[in-house]
């Protein structure tokens, strides 16, 4: 079955890049079929999403993070990263991968999540 | 900017049923939004139980249902288990590739 893992440094310095990369496997992240996510959720607070991106490449941000948010994908490898600038304490969270879907009604979900990968700011 | 609603809390009996809500802070949610939901434990990654409203995913047990109640998305626990004792999230598809999720509710049974 598809499988999500998150991966990347668990410590981070202010002011410095926040760089994660989800490898997929059991599945080919190239399926027309989903788009592939980042969320994120400081310690015991909600979920926040972060964005998507498509196999094409296409993404989309959410507003407040829009500007310091690159999303990358690599086919080839069966990967897609997040990148987070300038990034400050209030960005430390757990980072979970997910995948989004269309069923064939046009019905959107997300199914699919990593297991999170913890990622501190700190000097 | 959009903020999803949830109620922070409720308390259930074993047996008993609860019903959350997820509403918008301006505006209705319809199932045009595809409301999502999902469940965490502490130190676990969220699973998801329900999406567009009222299909559950694979393997969740049918005492999970979802609805259009008034003017928010609703989830239901008919039944409550000891183990249904966690956190729920929901969350709306805007458009546009963009998703909001509620704060969460924290749901007891005792």
């Known amino acids: 079955q598809v499988q999500l893992q998150e991966s990347g440094p668990g410590l981070v310095k202010p002011s410095e890049t926040l760089s994660l990369t989800c490898t997929v496997s059991?599945?080919?992240?190239?399926?027309?079929?989903?788009?592939w996510s980042w969320i994120r959720q400081p310690a015991g607070k909600g979920l926040e999403w972060i964005g998507r991106i498509f196999s094409s490449g296409t993404t989309n941000h959410n507003a407040s993070l829009r500007s310091r948010v690159t999303m990358a994908i690599d086919t080839s490898n069966n990967q897609f990263s997040l990148k987070l600038t300038s990034v400050t304490a209030a960005d430390t969270a757990v980072y979970y991968c997910?995948?989004?879907?269309?069923?064939?009604?046009?019905?959107?979900?997300?199914?699919?999540w990593g297991r999170g990968t913890l990622v501190t700011v700190s000097s | 900017q959009t903020v999803v609603t949830q109620e922070p809390s409720f308390s259930v009996s074993p047996g008993g049923t609860v019903t959350l809500t997820c509403g918008l802070s301006?505006?209705?949610?319809?199932?045009?939004?595809?409301p999502n939901w999902f469940q965490q434990t502490p130190g676990q990654a969220p699973r998801t139980l329900m999406y567009?409203?009222?299909t559950r995913s694979s393997g969740v047990p049918d005492r999970f249902s979802g609805s259009i109640l008034g003017n928010k998305a609703a989830l239901t626990i008919t039944g409550a288990q000891a183990d249904d004792e966690s956190d729920y999230y929901c969350a709306l598809y805007m458009g546009s590739g963009i998703w909001v999720f509620g704060g969460g509710t924290k749901v007891t049974v005792l």
């Open positions: 059991g599945g080919s992240i190239s399926s027309l079929s989903y788009y």
């Open positions: 997910a995948r989004v879907g269309r069923d064939a009604s046009n019905n959107w979900y997300i199914d699919l």
């Open positions: 301006s505006g209705s949610v319809s199932s045009s939004f595809y």
């Open positions: 567009s409203t009222n």
